[in-house]
């Protein structure tokens, strides 16, 4: 699988301000396009604990990190208050109105690129199904420009229980079989259906690869295990990371929008 340029462009970095003037990324966010009753908008999108932990700083400000047409990159500020969070403790999102600025290399993500259960039923979608994330790597961001990684793993659930997470509590979510790593919050995850499927028994053939946003990163699904002979406990990463289903997310959106 080949994922496309256009696909790395929906997403931008998200960090605050140091006290010495210098900025520190912590997450990741994708362009996401709104329909209003008389127009078309767009949002960022995001998972509500990157926003949670900038205020737990004490910081006011969110800094948005977008690559430009020139090569380069260009911070933009909004405040803290302008990210919106769901009455629902359990879905990990916020999101903030916001356009693609001039100059900016980005793309928003149509809501036709979201999975649907009709999407689902018609491909013949399942458990085992390609996967990929792109977003964040802290380790490497780019000195001029964001330089979002791509993970691949597959489908390994869908959200057919809730499941146990550790600050959200249960939560309907995708699993899926790529490892989740710190910055990687908030990315887009896509299911890749390929060129050619097998549907009802007929071998069908795509004009091109097609790709299903079917949520954004929540984290790891971890473990705690006991050191031997030690009271110490060391939390493993499981290698499973839990996706925030896009479907609940633009129902959120849906209430806050008009």
Not at 52 to 74: A, C, M, Q, W
């Amino acid at each position: 699988m080949r994922v496309p340029d256009e696909v790395r462009k929906c997403v931008v970095f998200l960090g605050f301000r140091m006290a010495d003037g210098t900025f520190k990324i912590c997450g990741t966010a994708l362009y996401f396009e709104v329909i209003f009753a008389s127009r078309r908008g767009s949002c960022l999108v995001t998972a509500r604990h990157v926003v949670d932990g900038i205020r737990k700083l004490g910081l006011l400000e969110v800094y948005i990190r977008i690559n430009t047409l020139d090569g380069g990159s260009k911070w933009f500020s909004s405040t803290i208050d302008q990210w919106l969070l769901p009455s629902d403790p359990s879905l990990d999102a916020s999101i903030m109105w916001a356009g693609v600025p001039s100059g900016a290399d980005h793309l928003i993500l149509n809501q036709s690129t979201v999975l649907t259960q009709s999407t689902v039923t018609e491909l013949g979608i399942g458990v085992g199904e390609e996967v990929f994330i792109t977003g964040l790597f802290v380790h490497q961001i780019g000195e001029q420009r964001n330089t979002p990684i791509v993970r691949v793993g597959n489908l390994a659930s869908y959200p057919e229980e809730r499941i146990r997470s550790r600050v959200f509590g249960e939560m309907d979510a995708y699993l899926i079989a790529a490892r989740s790593i710190g910055g990687l919050s908030g990315s887009p995850v896509f299911v890749h259906t390929g060129q050619v499927r097998v549907i009802k028994g007929q071998i069908q053939q795509a004009a091109k690869p097609m790709f299903y946003l079917i949520g954004i990163v929540h984290g790891h699904y971890q473990k705690n295990e006991k050191e031997p002979g030690s009271d110490d406990v060391e939390t493993l990463n499981t290698g499973i990371a839990i996706v925030v289903p896009m479907q609940k997310i633009q129902s959120f959106i849906d209430t806050v929008k008009d």
